[in-house]
């Protein structure tokens, strides 16, 4: 008989008899390969927005020259003009505002040359096909803006209506001149975008006399790395000058942290999936000895059985994938909202609205599936042709084990957890060496760990199972002791059923432990930083790395301490600068001011020295992450750009700071005002005369400046509970993997228990022929559902710990070199292992409904 008569005449007769069996393999493949997809669709949007944006945004520009975050001076215009090979150079305000109408709605403002910027982006109005309505007028007036036709039928706007927009100077009136097409720029941020004359942008911003970028196009023939050279040489040193793919390349930087924590739960979810796969296989294995033995004796070779298995698995595999690719869609598309707002929040400003397919990320998806299914269908596929025709047709005991026999177990999970361990080790004993201490080391270290507590299992379990029936067993009757008995028959594959739970569970507490030490550390950096009892900020509750907040006049700061109740307001400035083509945070406070009531945690270095050597002098603090990428410690010099060019810094300290992945450097506020040329905040720090007024000054500030401009004025305890929600957001991915990881789980419990209790067929009919009672048959196997869940909950919860803290080891001082506290959620390890032995009940109940419907009669017919 050729393979594919087999599985038409065998195999679907098998799928038949089998329905649930079949079913809950194929949604196991099917959810393990959906979470892999839904996270490769999530990531691709991301950066396949951030760089629709970018190449909207900049147009025919081929280079693009930008200097610090605060802007750089006009003047440099007129020396990129004169550049040969240059064949426009424009300028461009790129900020944000917030559109104070309905639900409002940040949006990315681009002040342009209106006469020039035509050469560079094309822009189409919807009821003309000049480029600016009447420009002079446009330049006249300088409340005119443009709008996208996108917004403005999403927001009831008309031509020639005013708007509210707000802006640094507070909310102010804008006319609208024009509506534009979705081409070009019109296209980016879901339309969310306004175009303005860059003279005008510039005071409403707070820009007067500076520009954030300038955009260059070359003359036909012209060699882009030649024109790249000569604008260096033209500018002072500091400035940047990168094509449009270089900030995408700083934006993938920027957000690695997120995607490897993500792509990592994403992948044991498939592990979870091929335990699921043996374990379903190896039930097959056994439940057909004896049609294997009959099939052996017609003359059906080894390799025909293994092919036979493999093909099952298989088609199974090509059937899940498929529906895993669709259901990875739907995730993606669920997800895609939450993801895009924590990016734009915690990494970059962007607009996620499209999920972006590729056939080559699904065709990983698809391919991991099948790859997946297939090496966890092998071994069980090679254990079948160890069956004896003889003995299989004679029905005589044949044991699971097979090539995975306990000792082989046992010595495979000895070599995984030591080798876990060996990677460790490199990984603490090599600090200075990048190619052993990262998170590539600890992510192999992680998994090769998760592989060896898995293979020692079956071990656990018996060790589990002899102290249940000497401690647990004889107090909870005959129901207990035969539920023990019962998984003590067939170890290795209820072992395999408890691993997968053991899997869920240990993500679960892992990703409870890294969230729940991340809000401590995060809350106590906070506590030590944030001393103030109110927290006021514009635009968003929090002044986020996002760049979703509007900056304020710094000069607020003595208005608001005139407000009653007020003893001090303390001006908060954050911007990004480019250091070795990376994107770090400079964080700016008045450091005299802030260190009378805010004790700076300090890694290297003193409180003392940060307090003497920071004020109003050429000195900053870096925290662990610069510290450890650019090998710094304090005493040495970063050459820092400016827009009057690069300034050297002494390192005073290296200081505790957690506001960006990719670094912060910490400065007085009278330094940066003195370089930087810049005179705004991003929220004021504001101390009461007494705690008892909290409220009441509060809603004074409010009410003063609440016309003015829309301000979120906070109590501390509130602005902490936004905080609190901007971490849990961050890790809302990992919530939703780990509910997909539990159910894989309990699909597998379901597989394991339903061919328990087809085996157990006469076994069943026998004690409910002497007696026992369906409700009591029905407990069997409930217990032995909850066994199962409470030791792959135990092991889980145990390995969840120790993974939880590789992961943040690896990936915040491995490949960021900073340092992160980390703490055990009691809480979340006991809800853990409830959870773990609450859903493996409820997903023994259908096969203790399956075994308590078993007919008497029927089950002892052929004795």
Known sequence: ????????????????????????????????????????????????????????????????????????????????????GVEYAVP???????????????????????????????????????????????????DSILLTR?????????????????????????????????????????????????????????????????????????????????????????????TPEGRTKQVEVLISHFQKNINLISFIAV???????????????VQRRKEIGILRALGTTRRQIIALFLGETAVMAVIGSLLGLGTGIFFAKSA????????????????????????????????????????????????STRISPVSAIRSLPYSEEGL?????????????????????????????????????????ATIFLLLGISLATPAVLTLFLVIFRKTIAPHVGAVGRLAGLNLQKNITRNAVAAAAIFYGIAVFVSSSGIIYSTKQSVLDWIDSYVRGDIIVTSGHPIATSGAQNIPMPVEMWKDIEKVPGVLSADPFRRIYIDYHGRRILLLTVDITKRFKYSPFKIAQGTREDMARLLPNRDYIAVNEAVASQE?????????????????????????????????????????????????????????????????????????????????????????KDEIRKVIDQGFAVNHAINIITMTIACFGIIVTLLASVLERTREIGVLRSIGMLRRQVSGVVVIESML????????????????????????????????????????????????????????????ARRAAKTNIVEALAYE
């Open 631 to 719: 090998h710094i410690k304090p005493g040495d010099t970063m050459v820092l750009p400016t827009p009057g060019g690069p300034v050297s810094f002494i390192v005073a300290v290296i200081n505790v700071d957690y506001s960006s992945d990719s670094g912060s450097i910490f400065m007085d506020l009278h330094t940066y005002q003195r370089y930087w040329k810049e005179y705004l905040a991003d929220s004021f720090s504001i101390r009461v005369t007494s705690p008892e007024n909290v409220m009441t000054v509060r809603d004074e500030i409010a009410g003063r400046f609440g016309n003015e401009r829309k301000l979120f004025v906070l109590p501390a305890k509130e602005f």
């Open 150 to 242: 996108e917004m403005a039928e999403r927001e009831g706007i008309a031509i020639d209506q005013t708007i509210r927009i707000q802006t640094v100077r507070g909310i102010r009136n804008f006319r609208v001149r024009g509506l534009l097409n979705p081409e070009g720029p019109a296209k980016t941020m879901g339309g969310n975008i306004a175009i303005m004359d860059y003279p005008a942008a510039q005071m409403a911003f707070g820009k007067e006399g500076r520009i954030d970028r300038i955009d260059v196009s070359l003359l036909p023939g012209e060699d882009l790395e030649t024109v790249q050279g000569r604008i260096k040489k033209a500018l002072p040193e500091g400035y940047t000058i990168a």
């Open 271 to 285: 592990f979870v999936g091929m335990y699921l796969i043996y374990n379903a296989v190896s039930i097959s294995v």
């Open 404 to 444: 995975l026999s306990s000792k082989r177990l046992q010595l495979a999970a000895a070599f995984f957890v030591l080798l876990a361990f060996t990677l460790l080790v490199l990984y603490k004993s090599f600090a200075q060496a990048p190619l052993l201490h990262n998170s590539a080391t600890m992510f192999f």
């Open 1 to 84: 008989m050729n393979f594919f008569n087999l599985l038409k005449h065998i195999s679907l007769r098998r799928v038949r008899l089998q329905k649930v069996h079949t079913l809950m393999t194929v949604a196991g493949i099917c959810l393990g390969v959906a979470a892999i997809v839904s996270i490769g669709i999530v990531n691709k949007s991301v950066m396949h927005s951030f760089e629709d944006s970018i190449n909207r945004v900049t147009g025919r520009a081929a280079l693009q020259v930008t200097g610090a975050a605060s802007g750089f001076p006009e003047e440099l215009l007129d020396r990129m003009q004169k550049v040969v």
């Open 336 to 383: 895609l909202g939450a993801v895009g707002q924590t990016v734009s929040e915690l990494y970059l400003r962007t607009s996620v609205t499209e999920i972006s397919l590729s056939w080559p990320g699904l065709a990983v998806g698809f391919v991991t599936g099948i790859a997946a299914s297939l090496a966890a269908a092998l071994f069980p596929a090679l254990a």
């Open 92 to 142: 461009v305000i790129d900020t944000q505002g917030i559109l104070v109408k309905g639900k409002e709605r940040t949006l990315l403002i681009l002040g342009v040359d209106v006469l020039q910027d035509s050469n560079i982006r094309e822009y189409k109005l919807s009821d003309d096909s000049s480029d600016i309505p009447d420009p002079l007028l446009f330049l006249a007036r300088p």
């Open 788 to 847: 199962l869940g409470v030791i792959g909950g135990l092991l889980g919860a145990g390995a969840g710990i120790i993974i939880g803290w590789m992961s943040l080891e690896g990936f915040l001082r491995g490949d960021y070199g900073a340092s992160m506290q980390y703490h055990v959620h009691w809480v979340s390890i006991f809800w853990a292992i409830v959870l773990s032995a609450l859903l493996a009940a409820l997903a023994g109940v259908y096969p």
